[in-house]
């Protein structure tokens, strides 16, 4: 299965497809998510933010969170998680896949060729840590320490394999203009 989506990827991969994914996801953090967080502080009549933007909490902060979104920002961002946060995770995905695709697709060794698929694993930890928040959400007062913890782990996850696929797409862009350069100095 992972060989066939990795090869779906290659296959659709092309500016073209870079554009569309771009224009995708730009509407996101520029619109909705900002608009989604603007609503969520308002309600609370705080900055406070979302959870799904920090890295490294502990379970006493996002119990103080959840409960100063007061309930209307609770069901703001619940909404928001089950809504808006369904969708951006495919779209950013499928961003970081196409990136990933055409910065690497003429790699010779093998293993190398599924490094596209990454983001994927971005994708599975974001859904789950929308879980969790949502369910943090909905069942306060009530609070969970295992859930908390849970949805903590999943935090640092996603951002530790997005500042991974960061660095990989960095690394890939510093090959792609020195191979660039090498091909402009032989052609002069």
């Given at each position: 299965?992972?060989?066939?989506?990795?090869?779906?990827?290659?296959?659709?991969?092309?500016?073209?497809?870079?554009?569309?994914?771009?224009?995708?996801?730009?509407?996101?953090?520029?619109?909705?998510?900002?608009?989604?967080?603007?609503?969520?502080?308002?309600?609370?009549?705080?900055?406070?933010?979302?959870?799904?933007?920090?890295?490294?909490?502990?379970?006493?902060?996002?119990?103080?969170?959840?409960?100063?979104?007061?309930?209307?920002?609770?069901?703001?961002?619940?909404?928001?998680?089950?809504?808006?946060?369904?969708a951006f995770?495919?779209?950013?995905?499928?961003?970081?896949?196409?990136?990933?695709?055409?910065?690497?697709?003429?790699?010779?060794?093998?293993?190398?060729?599924?490094?596209?698929?990454?983001?994927?694993?971005?994708?599975?930890?974001d859904l789950?840590?929308?879980?969790?928040?949502?369910?943090?959400?909905?069942?306060?007062?009530?609070?969970?320490?295992?859930?908390?913890?849970?949805?903590?782990?999943?935090?640092?996850?996603?951002?530790?394999?997005?500042?991974?696929i960061l660095?990989?797409?960095?690394?890939?862009?510093?090959?792609?203009?020195?191979?660039?350069?090498?091909?402009?100095?032989?052609?002069?």
């Amino acid at each position: 299965m992972l060989n066939n989506l990795s090869t779906l990827f290659y296959r659709i991969s092309s500016w073209k497809t870079l554009l569309l994914a771009i224009g995708l996801f730009v509407p996101f953090p520029a619109y909705f998510l900002k608009n989604l967080e603007a609503s969520i502080n308002a309600q609370a009549g705080q900055p406070i933010g979302p959870i799904d933007l920090l890295v490294g909490y502990n379970p006493t902060r996002i119990n103080q969170m959840v409960a100063e979104y007061g309930p209307t920002g609770r069901a703001i961002y619940t909404q928001g998680e089950l809504t808006i946060d369904v969708a951006f995770p495919f779209i950013y995905t499928f961003l970081f896949c196409i990136l990933l695709t055409l910065l690497f697709r003429h790699r010779t060794y093998t293993s190398f060729r599924l490094v596209n698929l990454l983001p994927v694993s971005i994708l599975v930890f974001d859904l789950l840590e929308n879980s969790c928040i949502v369910y943090l959400l909905n069942s306060y007062p009530a609070t969970s320490r295992v859930v908390t913890a849970f949805c903590s782990l999943l935090t640092n996850l996603k951002w530790t394999v997005t500042a991974i696929i960061l660095g990989l797409i960095v690394y890939g862009l510093v090959k792609l203009a020195m191979r660039s350069g090498h091909q402009k100095l032989e052609r002069n």
